[in-house]
């Protein structure tokens, strides 16, 4: 059964650092990964999404990147400030079954302070 | 920028009491999800639906669980019997493409139960 964990659970950073947050898959078998962030009580908003034939997508200052063999992504966010507050989700698409139900990580929440 | 929109934002229901949730997915998309988040816990998968049918469906989304696309544009999840632990954010989702395409999704219905 494909269980997806991201690390770190929460992560306070000064503005303009440049972080890094973590996710793994426990089976290769993806089809696609997706990175989303959520505002406290809101949406999910679409970041990046990688098919599972590609290495990196970049979006402004964020850039994810995905090792489909090892069952890990990252997401690189480059000068960081106040407004990348937020719960930050990763998402796979398994390889297998209907190819349409995503299962999600818990998230990372980031605090970005001034 | 076309976008998921969802009605209502919030309701507070009886427990018992029918609720129904609705969508307008992304015009041209023809792939439709609804997704669940209990406070505190994981996105989770409910249903999908295309080419007017469910195609996939988790084992939370029960009998008192359906939905439905009563016209071109709206998509809709009805609770028949709502019950205290179906109190969650619920979530619509909308891609272009079954496979390859990225997911977007609405602001949400938050559903209390009394």
């Known amino acids: 059964k494909q269980e997806v964990t991201q690390i770190p659970a929460a992560l306070s950073v000064p503005e303009g650092e440049n972080l890094v947050l973590n996710c793994s898959f426990t089976?290769?078998?993806?089809?696609?990964l997706q990175w989303f962030r959520q505002d406290p009580g809101k949406g999910l908003t679409s970041l990046l999404l990688i098919q599972s034939s590609q290495r990196e997508q970049t979006s402004g200052r964020l850039n994810a990147s995905l090792d489909k063999s090892s069952g890990r992504s990252t997401l690189y966010i480059a000068a960081s400030q106040p407004g990348d507050s937020a719960t930050y989700l990763c998402?796979?698409?398994?390889?297998?079954?209907?190819?349409?139900?995503?299962?999600f990580g818990a998230g990372t929440r980031l605090a970005v302070h001034p | 920028e076309p976008e998921v929109t969802q009605t209502p934002s919030h309701q507070v229901t009886q427990m018992g009491q029918e609720v129904i949730l609705r969508c307008v997915p992304i015009s041209n998309h023809l792939y439709f999800y609804w997704y669940r988040q209990i406070l505190g816990q994981k996105v989770e998968f409910l249903v999908s639906f295309y080419n007017n049918e469910i195609s996939e469906k988790s084992e939370i989304f029960d009998d008192q669980f359906s939905v439905e696309r009563p016209d071109g544009s709206n998509f809709t999840l009805k609770i028949r019997s709502t019950k205290l632990e179906d109190s969650a954010m619920y979530f619509c989702?909308?891609?272009?493409?079954?496979?390859?395409?990225?997911?977007?999704f609405g602001e949400g219905s938050r559903l209390t139960v009394l």
């Open positions: 998402a796979v698409l398994p390889d297998s079954g209907g190819y349409n139900k995503l299962i």
């Open positions: 089976d290769s078998a993806i089809y696609n």
């Open positions: 989702a909308s891609k272009e493409r079954g496979l390859t395409g990225e997911l977007f």
